[in-house]
């Protein structure tokens, strides 16, 4: 059982004990400072603000629109004519309206966390202070950093509240000045979180989370403020590989294995499991038609899903890039048994034939996007294997793999970008946890002379694909605005660098500005 799952829903049932004694005076809940004058007590409650992440990776999900507005992957109509859907369209083409749903949920998944942070953060400066609650708190407040960063990243300029007790509507604060407070906010707070990673902080803040955000921050500096920060993000990067704590895994898929709890790369995890999280992790409903869910013994994946690799991504792989066929599922399809797959298939005279299942990842006509893919289709998501023995038998049911929101492989290709962008290349191209990066995934070492930035892009586009900072990447490479698989060029003012505030939100709150362009 992941232990975090636990706190978090043990946490949630304290306040429901009750009991009854022989003169029938009924307490319906622990009074609150009394549960959090115990110390053990004050880690259950910090748990509740991290239940706000399960969301991210369902179908309505931040995780969903993230993939969707990339080169990375694409959900087209599939040949039965359903997920035909107006808002992957808008997406995929980046012509997003301010109605689009996954933009209003991607918003809600931050401001909603936000939230829950503020909340956790006014009762613990109102409980009993010790050093396990100022810990606590500051934890909360990192927590707190991450969403407000990813909203930022998304729509620049955002609403701004860091206290359960403001009235009002929040004020809506600039990019720039929202990177400021962040970063103070994370330095000021660093001190106070954990510095070793064990069992035990495992899903939860520590000061390697607060590292790897400040070198976000710093990396995107230059495109988010103009201002060059290299330098800071070369040394935060270097702090955390140098900590001891994370190393490269053996093997790539062991990040993403069914059972990748405590992982070497794991810096920061949202646990998972079949039981604690529905509704949280099914990637499986959303990427296997019902041939695959057949042919996987998966029966929740029943919405005959279409979420493909686009076709130019996947062909963006050197062929002998491990990486490719551990996250795409793509060629002769062998089911759960290892079985080859097949399929019956009618023929004009109405008699059938035997076919063998192979999936065609490249090339797909463009057009077929809104006309509908062929039955065989698009390389499809393996990268957190299924679990095959019937037990996903509802969309309901989460996939029991933990999802790394960040690990220790983006650190080390950070910090050689960082190296790179001051034209320190030869020593970035000698980085010896780059080149094992490299060699994991069957590929040579990127010599000094190769080491460019488009290098760089791919790099990470192979080693971190569907990981959620391909949209952030592809701004910062200048790759965003571009032409790909049936999707023009966008505007030439870029403005579709930035996301539309959701229409529904800026009714609630009337200081709300739209972005340009939309």
């Given amino acids: ?143 707190r950093a991450y969403y407000y960063l990813m909203a930022v990243d998304c729509w620049g300029s955002v609403p701004f509240s860091i206290s359960r007790e403001e009235t009002g509507y929040p004020e809506q604060k600039d990019r720039p000045t929202m990177l400021n407070w962040l970063e103070n906010e994370i330095k000021d707070n660093m001190s106070k979180l954990d510095t070793v990673v064990s069992s035990k902080t495992y899903g939860r803040i520590t000061i390697e989370v607060a590292r790897f955000l400040l070198a976000k921050i710093y990396l995107n500096s230059e495109k988010w403020t103009g201002t060059p920060r290299y330098a800071e993000a070369e040394t935060v990067c270097k702090q955390i590989m140098d900590s001891g704590n994370f190393s490269l895994s053996t093997l790539y898929e062991q990040n993403f294995a069914i059972n990748n709890e405590n992982g070497s790369e794991a810096v920061f995890a949202l646990p998972h499991s079949s039981v604690y999280t529905n509704y949280a992790f099914y990637l499986y409903v959303m990427t296997f038609n019902n041939d695959l869910a057949k042919a996987f013994n998966i029966p929740g994946a029943n919405w005959n899903g279409t ?151 791919l790099e990470r586009s192979h080693e971190l694909a569907l990981e959620g900072w391909q949209r952030q990447d592809m701004i910062r490479f200048g790759k965003y605005t571009e032409a790909w698989w049936a999707k023009p060029a966008d505007a030439a003012d870029g403005h579709t660098e930035l996301l539309p505030i959701p229409e529904e939100r800026r009714g609630d709150n009337p200081n709300l500005q739209q972005n340009p362009g939309y």
């Avoid at 009854?20 to 110390?39: G, M, V």
């Avoid at 995780?63 to 990375?72: P, Q």
Wanted: charged share 20%; glycine share 4%; aromatic share 12%.
């Fill in 1 to 143: 059982m992941k232990k975090i799952l636990s706190l978090i829903f043990v946490a949630a049932a304290i306040t429901a004990v009750s009991c009854t004694n022989l003169d029938e005076e009924i307490y319906s809940q622990i009074p609150q400072e009394e549960f959090l004058s115990d110390p053990e007590n004050i880690a259950l409650y910090t748990s509740r603000p991290y239940t706000y992440l399960q969301v991210w990776g369902n179908e309505q999900s931040m995780l969903t629109m993230i993939l969707m507005l990339t080169n990375e992957t694409a959900i087209p109509t599939e040949y039965e004519g359903h997920w035909g859907e107006p808002r992957y369209g808008e997406l995929q083409t980046h012509s997003i309206p301010s109605s689009c749903k996954l933009v209003k949920t991607s918003w809600d998944f931050c401001f909603d966390g936000i939230s829950a942070c503020n909340d956790a953060i006014y009762v613990l400066e109102n409980a009993p202070q010790n050093e396990t609650t100022l810990k606590n708190i500051s934890e909360i407040k990192i927590l």
């Fill in 307 to 457: 979420m493909i690799c686009q076709p130019d991504f996947f062909d963006s792989y050197d062929p002998a890039d491990k990486r490719r066929d551990l996250t795409w599922l793509h060629g002769q399809v062998y089911d759960y048994t290892g079985a080859k797959f097949t399929f019956n298939q009618k023929k004009s005279d109405g008699s059938t034939e035997v076919i063998d299942y192979v999936l065609n990842p490249s090339p797909i006509d463009p057009a077929s996007f809104s006309s509908g893919i062929g039955r065989l289709d698009g390389a499809r998501i393996i990268k957190w294997p299924y679990q095959t023995d019937g037990s996903l038998n509802s969309y309901k049911i989460s996939m029991e793999n933990d999802f790394y929101l960040m690990r220790y492989s983006d650190v080390v290709l950070m910090y050689v970008e960082a190296l790179v962008r001051q034209s320190k290349v030869a020593e970035a191209a000698n980085v010896q946890e780059f080149k094992d990066i490299r060699t994991r995934a069957g590929l040579a070492p990127i010599a000094a002379a190769d080491l460019t930035l488009d290098a760089l892009y």
